[in-house]
């Protein structure tokens, strides 16, 4: 929450003890224009337009990246003050960068973990803004805050880790900005601010987000986040220069720890080792509760999947295998009861997890902490077929493990924003989940990782190590993303703030591609992930046929997309200009790639036809009419002589079956949803997978079993099977169209929309079909109901349905808000 920006002047009053400052606070707040004076603490805020009186303090920065295990211990940063009236209102304002956990003599400030989110440090921190009126006291107080790295700065490694975010621009120590406006119950009014009246020390902590934390309890400050605690002995804060352009309240939930478990099992090895295995595939970290003498470390070692003596295998692409995923606690006191720790700064992706320890314990116990961005549950499908219900169980629990201030794509290895993963999966995620704030936010971070030149990146946030800038299929998505954003959540603020960027990136390309003959030649990472490159190195999860093909009609859809948003925002003349450009892509896009006699989409390599060539030309209207029919069939039948299989990578497999059904043939689509055999979802489900993998098969140890950029089926689940589909943005209008397959007794689902929920689900027995829908009040909504068999059966509906047409196997009703049902018999 952003404070009152009407104020400009402020007070300074108190003692020695206390930095007061009458004026300004936050909403919520008693309101009035109290009698104001200069201030003799002064400071300029973080950025024009913020009520922040407070000074960004914290250690200085090296001149160089330290090494792993030699960078700085954690700060611990204290401001005791006094307070001699009854407080009636008090609020906290923080930003930690990279991360922090707050206290207020001795409480926890909130809940929330790994926060603030992740962002381009550089331009924007984000803040929180907490109610601590309860914490509060007359007399002694105190502000305690650690601080953690997080994404801010990682210790240089040998190899540099990939990425270069070691060399991030925005790299530097820890940083705190932070102020508690409190209101008293005679109406005057106190602030406390960070400042060079701080008191610093070391904490007992190193962390590095990428490989791990330890933990000295011997260097701990028992009771340090108390008022009575004696920081005589600490040193003051220093004052450091801003390190952020914009200061802006946080615009999405924190990370939380969600769920605590136990190990399912444990497995002794030969060298003493333990290796707990907790059954399933998350994300956090592990808590322990440990007894043994003071000086004896406990090293926890993180991972997906073990190696052949048992051990949990790790992987040496960011850094060396022998410090990644790895915390240590180091037991203090005299060896007397149960110490009970977990790191703070740190988070893993693990099922496994193998403890050694220096010296014998007296006692031990383990848990798995899950922590992840608490969006809300506000999605549910439910099936007769048990194999879709497990499939759409695994990939919401990918996507909850991706969520951690940014969409990423594996909480295991790289930890990254990569921007064709969140768009892939937006659909499925917001079918889920509530993840309007979180993308919007991720979206601020894509475009303020946008270059001067309109160059956009692969990742956001970008640290700059990563060489490859303007890939249609994965820079581009930031119009995909903003657009799909607009679809489930109705905001054109979204459009607004994002189009700039946009047009700025689709320009630079339109004016690249006039130089190579109207078409993209440049680097694109293709349709990522298709069968079979599994067995490529780990890197190279490329597809056979090249890139070019899928890079250039991305673009043309992306150009399409943008002429629809001018259009919305009321650019016209940029709607005719990037609809040009699509039209030319068209025209150059079939001229390259489309084999009009063989009715196939190709590049000109031994390989240059698979199922998403097709797909990307008939899911974006770019084949010609008279082509359409020859191209779509040849799609079908790649498909029937693989037996029904799937051969897409993340591009592809996200349009597949929606093509199909889009084109009459759903009862194909759900025969690929169900197969069990390589490759397919089903495979995973056969495989255990208990999260959406990053291939079609573990070949290798190093590719990920929690990566959701290929477990789209779950848009059809929702948006086909069941049936609800968004007919305007925001859902202002509704489409409920369900597929009914044979050998499918029933399917349902149901999603919290901006207007309220829409459910769907339909159920078929002894030749009857039944489909309730549930939607909003006064919500237009067409609902098509399917005649299974396409011949001819008699439809019978409640009298707040109103009958349009009866039209390609199905009867159209209209409807504006209630539940209602309908009979197919």
């Given at each position: 929450m952003s404070l009152n920006r009407s104020a400009t002047r402020r007070q300074v009053v108190g003692s020695a003890a206390?930095?007061?400052?009458?004026?300004?606070?936050?909403?919520?707040?008693?309101?009035?224009?109290?009698?104001?004076?200069?201030?003799?603490?002064?400071?300029?805020?973080?950025?024009?337009?913020?009520?922040?009186?407070?000074?960004?303090?914290?250690?200085?920065?090296?001149?160089?990246?330290?090494?792993?295990?030699?960078?700085?211990?954690?700060?611990?940063?204290?401001?005791?003050?006094?307070?001699?009236?009854?407080?009636?209102?008090?609020?906290?304002?923080?930003?930690?960068?990279?991360?922090?956990?707050?206290?207020?003599?001795?409480?926890?400030?909130?809940?929330?973990?790994?926060?603030?989110?992740?962002?381009?440090?550089?331009?924007?921190?984000?803040?929180?803004?907490?109610?601590?009126?309860?914490?509060?006291?007359?007399?002694?107080?105190?502000?305690?805050?650690?601080?953690?790295?997080?994404?801010?700065?990682?210790?240089?490694?040998?190899?540099?880790?990939?990425?270069?975010?070691?060399?991030?621009?925005?790299?530097?120590?820890p940083r705190l900005l932070a102020q508690l406006d409190i209101v008293f119950g005679d109406g005057s009014r106190q602030r406390v601010v960070s400042d060079g009246t701080w008191r610093i020390t070391d904490g007992p902590t190193r962390d590095a987000l990428y490989f791990g934390e330890s933990y000295d309890a011997r260097l701990a400050s028992p009771g340090w986040t108390n008022a009575s605690y004696d920081d005589s002995a600490w040193e003051t804060a220093r004052v450091q220069p801003a390190p952020t352009k914009r200061v802006v309240p946080a615009d999405m939930p924190p990370v939380k720890v969600t769920d605590t478990f136990g190990p399912v099992g444990v497995t002794r090895l030969t060298t003493g080792t333990k290796v707990y295995d907790f059954g399933r595939t998350t994300a956090g970290w592990a808590r322990i509760k440990v007894g043994g003498a003071a000086g004896t470390t406990v090293t926890l070692v993180y991972g997906e999947q073990l190696n052949d003596d048992g051990t949990v295998f790790q992987s040496a692409m960011l850094g060396p295998a022998a410090v990644t995923h790895r915390d240590s606690y180091t037991l203090g006191g005299k060896g007397k009861g149960t110490q009970t720790w977990e790191p703070s700064f740190t988070r893993h992706g693990f099922r496994y997890v193998e403890v050694t320890t220096s010296a014998p314990l007296t006692s031990f116990g383990i848990e798995a902490r899950v922590a992840h961005t608490a969006v809300a549950s506000t999605g549910r499908f439910d099936s007769a077929n048990p194999l879709l219900n497990r499939i759409n169980a695994i990939q919401r629990?990918?996507?909850?493990?991706?969520?951690?201030?940014?969409?990423?794509?594996?909480?295991?290895?790289?930890?990254?924003?990569?921007?064709?993963?969140?768009?892939?999966?937006?659909?499925?995620?917001?079918?889920?989940?509530?993840?309007?704030?979180?993308?919007?936010?991720?979206?601020?971070?894509?475009?303020?990782?946008?270059?001067?030149?309109?160059?956009l990146p692969v990742i956001a946030p970008n640290p700059g190590g990563?060489?490859?800038?303007?890939?249609?299929?994965?820079?581009?998505?930031?119009?995909?993303?903003?657009?799909?954003?607009?679809?489930?959540?109705?905001?054109?603020?979204?459009?607004?703030?994002?189009?700039?960027?946009?047009?700025?990136?689709?320009?630079?390309?339109?004016?690249?591609?006039?130089?190579?003959?109207?078409?993209?030649?440049?680097?694109?990472?293709?349709?990522?992930?298709?069968?079979?490159?599994?067995?490529?190195?780990?890197?190279?999860?490329?597809?056979?046929?090249?890139?070019?093909l899928t890079a250039n009609a991305d673009l043309y859809h992306e150009a399409r997309l943008l002429a629809g948003i001018a259009r919305e925002l009321g650019h016209s003349g940029d709607a005719t200009r990037f609809d040009t450009m699509a039209d030319a892509l068209a025209k150059k896009f079939n001229e390259k790639f489309l084999d009009a006699d063989a009715g196939v989409y190709r590049t000109p390599v031994e390989a240059g036809y698979r199922q998403t060539s097709n797909l990307v030309a008939l899911a974006y209207g770019l084949v010609p009419d008279q082509h359409r029919d020859k191209v779509f069939t040849n799609l079908v039948k790649d498909i029937t002589d693989r037996g029904d299989h799937l051969n897409t990578g993340a591009i592809g497999t996200k349009l597949l079956l929606p093509v199909l059904t889009g084109h009459g043939r759903a009862d194909l689509a759900y025969r690929i949803a169900t197969r069990t055999s390589y490759p397919s979802w089903g495979y995973w489900v056969k495989q255990g997978a208990t999260t959406s993998w990053e291939t079609w098969s573990m070949t290798k140890k190093d590719l990920s079993m929690n990566h959701p950029f290929l477990g789209t089926v779950d848009d059809w689940f929702y948006q086909h099977l069941a049936g609800i589909r968004a007919a305007a943005p925001g859902y202002a209008e509704v489409l409920i169209a369900p597929v009914v397959p044979d050998g499918l007794r029933h399917a349902s689902a149901r999603v919290t929309t901006p207007r309220g929920e829409v459910g769907a689900g339909w159920r078929q027995e002894k030749g009857r079909l039944t489909l309730t829908v549930k939607v909003p009040a006064r919500t237009p909504t067409e609902v098509r109901v399917p005649l299974p068999d396409g011949g001819a059966r008699s439809v019978t509906a409640d009298r707040g349905a109103t009958r349009v047409e009866r039209k390609d196997g199905h009867v159209v009703y209209r409807v504006r808000g209630g539940t209602h049902v309908f009979h197919v018999s």
């Open positions: 206390a930095a007061v400052v009458i004026g300004v606070v936050s909403p919520g707040l008693a309101h009035g224009s109290p009698s104001m004076s200069a201030s003799t603490a002064a400071s300029s805020p973080p950025s024009a337009g913020n009520d922040w009186t407070a000074e960004w303090i914290g250690r200085d920065t090296p001149s160089a990246a330290p090494e792993l295990g030699k960078q700085n211990p954690v700060p611990l940063l204290r401001r005791a003050f006094t307070l001699g009236k009854r407080v009636k209102q008090a609020r906290f304002n923080i930003v930690g960068m990279g991360y922090y956990e707050a206290w207020i003599n001795g409480h926890r400030v909130g809940d929330q973990v790994l926060d603030p989110p992740p962002s381009a440090y550089d331009q924007t921190a984000f803040s929180r803004s907490f109610d601590v009126t309860k914490s509060l006291r007359g007399g002694d107080n105190a502000i305690a805050v650690t601080l953690g790295r997080g994404f801010l700065s990682t210790p240089e490694t040998t190899p540099t880790t990939l990425f270069g975010l070691s060399k991030a621009p925005w790299t530097q120590e629990a990918s996507l909850l493990d991706n969520m951690w201030g940014i969409p990423s794509d594996t909480p295991w290895r790289d930890r990254q924003g990569w921007t064709a993963d969140a768009y892939l999966y937006l659909d499925s995620a917001a079918l889920n989940f509530d993840v309007e704030g979180l993308y919007r936010q991720w979206l601020r971070t894509f475009r303020e990782s946008q270059r001067a030149d309109g160059s990563f060489p490859l800038w303007n890939d249609p299929s994965w820079s581009g998505t930031l119009i995909s993303s903003v657009w799909t954003h607009y679809q489930h959540y109705g905001d054109t603020g979204v459009l607004v703030d994002n189009y700039p960027a946009m047009a700025r990136w689709l320009d630079l390309i339109r004016t690249t591609i006039a130089g190579t003959d109207g078409l993209y030649t440049g680097f694109s990472f293709g349709d990522w992930s298709p069968p079979g490159a599994e067995n490529a190195a780990t890197v190279a999860l490329r597809p056979p046929e090249g890139s070019l």
